[in-house]
């Protein structure tokens, strides 16, 4: 049975950091690409980075270039986003996945970012 389980999710102030965990099991953690979506209030799903099962390709969108760092420890069967410099515009209920093809085919089921003073 496949689970992917995010943890780490806070309230935070604006410009600070938080490091978002997500632990999977039931399938080969190493051969598959992972990345990390996330849903604002009121909005549709927004991706945010990728990682290649070899952990050397990384992929970020424009809105969290050079403040989010994805990385992955296959030996412990777990993905991180490294979110710093946060933003209001941050908040978001984030989510994993497993990347299948082009698409993503298990998620979940979030872990919520609330930034904020």
């Known amino acids: 049975q496949v689970q992917l389980v995010e943890s780490g999710g806070d309230l935070v102030q604006p410009g600070g950091s938080l490091r978002l965990s997500c632990a999977v099991s039931?399938?080969?953690?190493?051969?598959?690409?992972m990345g990390w979506v996330r849903q604002a209030p009121g909005k549709g799903l927004e991706w945010i980075s990728d990682?290649?099962?070899?952990?050397?390709?990384?992929y970020y969108s424009d809105s969290v270039k050079g403040r989010f760092t994805i990385s992955r420890d296959d030996a412990k069967n777990t993905l991180y986003l490294q979110m710093n410099s946060l933003k209001p515009e941050d908040t978001a209920v984030y989510y994993c996945a497993r990347e299948m093809g082009c698409r993503y085919d298990y998620w979940g089921q979030g872990t919520q970012v609330t930034v904020s003073s």
């Open positions: 990682i290649d099962s070899g952990g050397d390709k990384t």
């Open positions: 039931g399938f080969t953690f190493s051969n598959h690409v």
